[in-house]
């Protein structure tokens, strides 16, 4: 069965940068979410979408941005990268918010390391 | 303030036997609890789910147990495998937009 794609696996950048991450969730689900986690730590939710709209906000710092397009796939856009940046950023999905009892779809990852 | 806590970083279980995880929160408006296993490189991978109405679900060898009057919940894991050592994530939801809060994880160990 198809799973939650991320793009891309590894990515590393120098401070003050940009990077874009790619999630695309499995077909027919219609609402992503982004978690961010740092060495150590749980994951945080960042950010996350249904059907294109953003439907709620986590601890996303505004230096970030995020968008889900019509195919539903959806991009984090990190702006002036910093060190404390670096970190596992997870993307899930699921098929509305309702089937929370049947948990969400995490992708693999995207490792980030800023230098 | 950590939501979700898992006090126990760490927990080494013999091959067979029980493997006991604990999570608690301390929000009361929290209406759904999951664990996750997550092995190394790999995203979170969905092992159960508890609704704050019930007590106990079961599948297979796995168990979450939830006592609400002491924001408490466990994973039972009988018999323990050694293809069971990952990290064990507890979240918790509220409903109300499905974001999921996480625990800091237990890291289980099962030697053979």
């Known amino acids: 069965a198809a799973g939650v794609i991320q793009s891309p696996r590894h990515l590393i950048k120098e401070k003050r940068e940009t990077a874009t991450l790619k999630c695309y969730p499995i077909?027919?689900?219609?609402?992503v979410y982004w978690y961010q986690q740092g060495p150590g730590q749980d994951p945080q939710f960042l950010i996350s979408?249904?059907?294109?709209?953003?439907?709620d906000k986590g601890s996303i710092p505004d230096r970030f941005s995020a968008q889900q397009f019509s195919d539903y796939h959806s991009e984090l856009n990190m702006s002036s990268l910093e060190l404390g940046d670096s970190a596992l950023y997870f993307c899930a999905s699921s098929f509305g918010t309702g089937e929370i009892n049947y948990g969400y779809t995490f992708g693999s990852g995207t490792r980030l390391t800023v230098v | 303030d950590q939501q979700v806590k898992q006090n126990s970083p760490s927990l080494s279980v013999q091959e067979g036997r029980i493997s006991i995880l604990n999570c608690d929160y301390t929000n009361s408006m929290f209406d759904y609890f999951l664990w996750y296993k997550k092995y190394p490189a790999e995203g979170p991978t969905f092992l159960i789910s508890i609704s704050s109405i019930k007590d106990k679900n079961e599948d297979g060898r796995f168990t979450v147990f939830l006592n609400k009057s002491a924001k408490h919940l466990s994973l039972h894991i009988v018999p323990s495998q050694p293809g069971d050592s990952a990290v064990y994530f507890c979240a918790a939801s509220d409903g109300s937009q499905g974001n999921l809060i996480f625990g800091k994880g237990t890291k289980l160990s099962v030697k053979p």
């Open positions: 979408f249904y059907e294109k709209m953003q439907s």
């Open positions: 077909p027919r689900h219609d609402t």
